[in-house]
């Protein structure tokens, strides 16, 4: 009997260390899958645009989905769940909605405020740069920290100035946020049976940092091995008594979140904690990275699951909710 197929789908260019790290992910995937007892194979949509028009012959199992951009854009990504649902097939991961809500920053900022809930004051460029204090550059719809560095963090005087100066740099559109000077916090969430399970909280720590550097997670953090931000910023899981409210807290956000977004199979949600306590949501990512080495699992193997357990969980998770959809 042929095992069920269930190909491992991304669009990396492998031009950039985040895009490298999605493609030896679905490696990771792919390899977990067949251990898993499925067959599977790697599709790049990089390679073949077309590749998704062999799904409608081959009739897998599921896509297990790790697309971040469609043909370099990420603004494009909401594309591939759109393109599986016309062709029913179950798939990893979330719709095409709360995808298209969440690729920009902005967009999905403008609904936490509408859902009331806590997230940094921002304005774009062609806008006024309101208040004082200090404010961080971002990418509207970049992943993985893709045009931030130490610069980011300008005063909000030379915001306008900055945001010009980064989309003439790396392309698309830039905002600027209030930087929200304190601790940083990633929290994880796996769909299950009766909804999402918030896995342990992470904080990432900030090591000897110089006093001039911000202690953001910028793209050296995040890819950079040989730099000081990568080596000195790891995230640790435990915490003292007294952050017991304040975890608390953030997963009772995390959850609102996921019900704001409608968000299904796997997110991330991320929080900065000001000076005072207050939480402030920075991000919700649809499609966290899965490698071994990510933030993800270390919080579902911190929750007691190994690497191909996390799998199949999002894998069953996909097929229950299109087996739902069919009854």
């Known amino acids: 009997m042929t095992p069920p197929f269930i190909p491992v789908l991304h669009g990396a260019f492998l031009d950039r260390l985040d895009e490298i790290d999605t493609a030896r992910t679905a490696e990771a995937v792919a390899d977990a899958l067949s251990r898993l007892g499925y067959q599977s194979d790697i599709v790049s949509l990089a390679d073949d645009p077309r590749a998704l028009r062999t799904f409608e012959a081959r009739r897998p199992h599921a896509v297990f989905n790790l697309v971040e951009s469609v043909l370099g854009d ?38 936490l405020v509408r859902a ?31 045009g931030i560095d130490a610069g980011s963090v300008v005063p909000h005087q030379r915001a306008m100035e900055e945001i010009a100066a ?80 304040l975890l608390a807290k953030l997963t009772h956000l995390a959850r609102r979140a996921w019900r704001v977004f409608e968000l299904t199979g796997y997110a991330r949600v991320d929080f900065r904690v000001d000076a005072g306590g207050t939480p402030w949501i920075l991000e919700v990512n649809t499609n966290p990275c899965l490698a071994p080495d990510a933030g993800f699992f270390a919080a579902a193997e911190r929750a007691g699951m190994d690497y191909d357990a996390m799998i199949a969980n999002i894998v069953t998770t996909a097929t229950r909710r299109r087996l739902g959809k069919a009854a």
Do not use: Q
């Open 74 to 111: 990420p603004v494009l990504v909401a594309l591939v769940p759109r393109a599986l649902d016309r062709l029913g097939l179950p798939y990893t991961g979330c719709a095409a909605r709360p995808t298209r809500r969440c690729v920009s920053k902005i967009a999905s900022k403008r609904a």
């Open 116 to 146: 009331c809930l806590p997230t940094p004051a921002w304005f774009e460029s062609g806008s006024v740069a309101p208040g004082a204090g200090l404010v961080i550059v971002k990418s509207d719809a970049e992943h993985a920290s893709f």
């Open 166 to 245: 980064r989309e003439d740099r790396f392309g698309g559109w830039f905002f600027a946020e209030s930087y929200i000077e304190g601790r940083e916090f990633n929290l994880s969430l796996l769909e299950g049976p009766t909804g999402p399970e918030v896995l342990p909280a992470a904080e990432i720590e900030f090591l000897d940092f110089p006093r001039e550097r911000p202690k953001i997670v910028d793209f050296d953090a995040k890819w950079r091995e040989e730099s000081h931000a990568y080596r000195h910023t790891p995230r640790r899981f435990n915490f003292p008594p007294c952050d017991k409210p």
